[in-house]
């Protein structure tokens, strides 16, 4: 990377935040793996193909939530990649045997994450090749925490302290998607919807139930927790004892998407419809929906 290139990075804005114009809903929707900016830097140290690296990507996920705003609820998109860095994991999930100097001591490389080569700084590809060329400098990682990983905690958890201060409490929706071969299908077929609430720990059960009865009701087979219980956005956030639910939204890609060409399908559009309804049932779970204003 030049350093025109490498100044144009740095310069570059690499949040996307859209408030709604009257914030109705005790809700906060976050999109943190739908990002496609990749630095030409990371490209250069990367052996595999961008579309090999954007195996990792949960694409188009930004575009089925889009209405979120003018449905009066605010939604924070990460723009760089997943490969790039992990925003769903503590801040130090890292793999020692990527770097070529030590980690710091707080920090995590044992893991099952880091373990299974998907760490804050990603070892593998979504289709399980390793990413690097060489060792990187923990320089690095500490310059994509500075760029990346601080700003998108840091809005995430000022929007969830806003919402608090209007509502009383706030939902978070943590909004993936996952392979179609990621999932085992079961009498029904393979689920079309995985709601992750870390089995209960990080959102109460009736918020939990009114996701899966919108969803179920749009036509989608539910299941919860299994493969995708919550990552770190989900256990971190969520404490419904102190008055904020963090529940994880994971949408079967092959609803929406061609998973080889990654081009949106006319599913995506049947998701999207959803949105309303599942905002919807989620803020009116025990009277939780009100003006904000």
């Known amino acids: 990377m030049s350093r025109r290139e490498q100044e144009a990075f740095e310069s570059e804005d690499l949040l996307k935040l859209i408030r709604p114009e009257r914030w109705t809903r005790p809700l906060v929707l976050a999109s943190p793996h739908s990002g496609t900016r990749y630095p030409s830097d990371f490209l250069a140290v990367s052996r595999l193909s961008t579309s090999e690296l954007r195996a990792s990507e949960d694409t188009h996920v930004d575009a089925i939530f889009a209405a979120a705003p003018s449905l009066g609820v605010p939604l924070l998109c990460a723009l760089f990649p997943r490969v790039y860095l992990d925003v769903n994991r503590e801040p130090l999930e890292l793999d020692p045997g990527m770097f070529s100097d030590p980690l710091p001591a707080h920090a995590n490389p044992e893991s099952t994450r880091v373990r299974a080569g998907l760490g804050t700084l990603p070892r593998i590809a979504g289709d399980g090749q390793h990413i690097y060329r060489r060792k990187l400098p923990f320089s690095e990682a500490a310059r994509r925490l500075t760029r990346c990983y601080h700003p998108y905690h840091t809005a995430l958890a000022g929007l969830l302290r806003e919402t608090r201060r209007r509502f009383g409490h706030c939902i978070l929706l943590d909004c993936h998607s996952m392979p179609s071969t990621a999932v085992e299908g079961g009498r029904d077929g393979k689920p079309d919807v995985v709601l992750g609430d870390r089995h209960g720990t990080a959102c109460d059960a009736t918020i939990t139930d009114a996701a899966e009865a919108a969803l179920t009701a749009h036509g989608l087979r539910v299941r919860r927790n299994k493969p995708y219980a919550g990552g770190f956005t989900t256990s971190h956030y969520g404490c419904p004892a102190e008055g904020t639910h963090a529940l994880q939204i994971e949408f079967n890609r092959a ?27 989620v803020s009116e779970t025990c009277g939780m929906s009100q003006a904000a204003e």
């Not at 609803?255 to 049932?281: F, N, W």
Request: hydrophobic share 45%; glycine share 4%; proline share 7%.
């Open 255 to 281: 609803l929406y998407m061609d998973e080889r060409t990654r081009e949106p399908t006319a599913g995506l559009e049947r998701l999207a419809r959803a949105v309303p309804l599942l905002l919807r049932a």
